[in-house]
């Protein structure tokens, strides 16, 4: 039986613990605040198979979609993953042009997306202000979904502790244990956890936990805020929205969870109160109903993003042992990743992480779609 210490209870350190754990391995999971106490509560949590490139990247997102759909099934309850569809315009003619290009191409890949007529933001989204959409199209994408990000962490780290795993809030990693070059444990203050393999699922905090190793990541982190808007009684929204200046989704609670990637191209910056209200207003102009809300909080998530856009996952030669974990829409692509990444440490079997290794040639590597979203608004 393999003994794994999982650093992180996020998304993905929950699904890795999740999927550790029913492959019979003996499991700790290590987090240094609560449950999904990271980006994962900080974040807007929408399916974005739809943003990913190249073909590959898309397929496994796609594949790790559909698992959240077998995965809410097998844990059984109420379900984490929300389906709606997703509506998408342009402000302008280059961004209208690529919203088209970009459908024609999900449609060869088999991608449930079409054109539509803005009329029909009338039936799927009600409350929309008519005058706030000004294209002369929209592109829908009919088998899109929302994830309550924090009952997600928290249904699989539950299972994964009936199946034995223990999970220990509260404590931080301040040290690797090495037998030679080989990771064999972890120090948290005045103890000492052995392990076979310590998994790092940290987060914005990955590097640091490579660098006490003496490796690096290529990662970045970027940051952005995350508002949810006291309780609309009656609200009639039925699909994500990502317009030009705001995306907005429903949120549990009969509230609207929202980000504005001009918004986050000014942080830091601006004060964060003035940010806070540019998107609320942003929200306001799209859904007036918004106009008899609050921001009832706003969080500044940190997205921990590998320089390409892809995700990390493996071992760094110099530090065998010591494997790592790091991407952004990490909700959306925990179940596959978390899955694919158990698979390996148990059975050895990773060759659909290949492409995605800690030591590829990022030079070379082609870009993730959505990281140019993140880094041109």
Not at 12 to 19: D, E, K, M, P, W
Not at 276 to 282: D, G, M, P, V, W
Request: hydrophobic letters at 40%; charged letters at 20%.
């Amino acid at each position: 039986m393999s003994r794994v210490i999982v650093l992180g209870a996020g998304v993905l350190g929950a699904s890795v613990a999740y999927h550790l754990a029913v492959a019979g391995a003996q499991v700790v999971v290590i987090e240094a605040g609560g449950p999904a106490a990271g980006t994962s509560s900080a974040t807007f949590s929408m399916d974005v198979t739809h943003l990913k490139t190249p073909r590959t990247y898309y397929d496994l997102n796609r594949a790790s979609s559909a698992l959240h759909t077998t995965l809410a099934e097998e844990l059984g309850g109420p379900s984490w993953r929300h389906p709606m569809p997703a509506i998408q315009w342009g402000d302008s003619e280059e961004s209208r042009r690529s919203l088209r290009e970009r459908a024609v191409r999900l449609k060869s890949w088999g991608h449930a997306c079409r054109i539509a007529d803005p009329a029909e933001l009338r039936d799927l989204a009600p409350d929309v202000d008519p005058a706030a959409c000004t294209a002369s199209e929209l592109v829908v994408h009919d088998q899109s979904a929302w994830y309550d990000a924090p009952l997600f962490v928290q249904r699989l780290l539950d299972r994964a502790a009936t199946l034995g795993a223990d999970i220990r809030y509260g404590l931080r990693a301040e040290a690797l244990i090495r037998s030679g070059d080989t990771v064999t444990g972890v120090e948290t203050g005045t103890r000492r956890w052995a392990a076979d393999w310590v998994v790092n699922c940290t987060g914005p905090d990955a590097d640091r936990i490579a660098a006490l190793a003496g490796t690096d990541l290529p990662m970045t982190r970027i940051p952005g805020l995350v508002g949810e808007s006291t309780p609309i009684p009656g609200l009639r929204l039925g699909a994500i929205l990502a317009t030009p200046q705001v995306d907005l989704r429903p949120a549990p609670g009969d509230r609207i969870c929202s980000i504005s990637w001009p918004v986050d191209a000014l942080l830091p910056g601006q004060g964060d109160d003035a940010l806070a209200e540019r998107l609320h207003a942003s929200g306001q102009r799209i859904l007036p109903a918004l106009r008899t809300a609050r921001l009832a909080g706003v969080r500044l998530g940190v997205r921990p993003v590998p320089t390409d856009g892809l995700p990390l996952a493996g071992t760094h030669p110099d530090a065998p042992g010591l494997y790592h974990l790091v991407t952004h829409s990490g909700v959306n692509l925990a179940p596959e990743l978390g899955r694919l990444v158990a698979a390996e440490i148990t059975n050895g079997d990773g060759p659909d992480l290949a492409p995605y290794r800690v030591t590829r040639d990022i030079a070379a590597s082609v870009k993730d779609e959505s990281l140019t979203l993140m880094t041109t608004s």
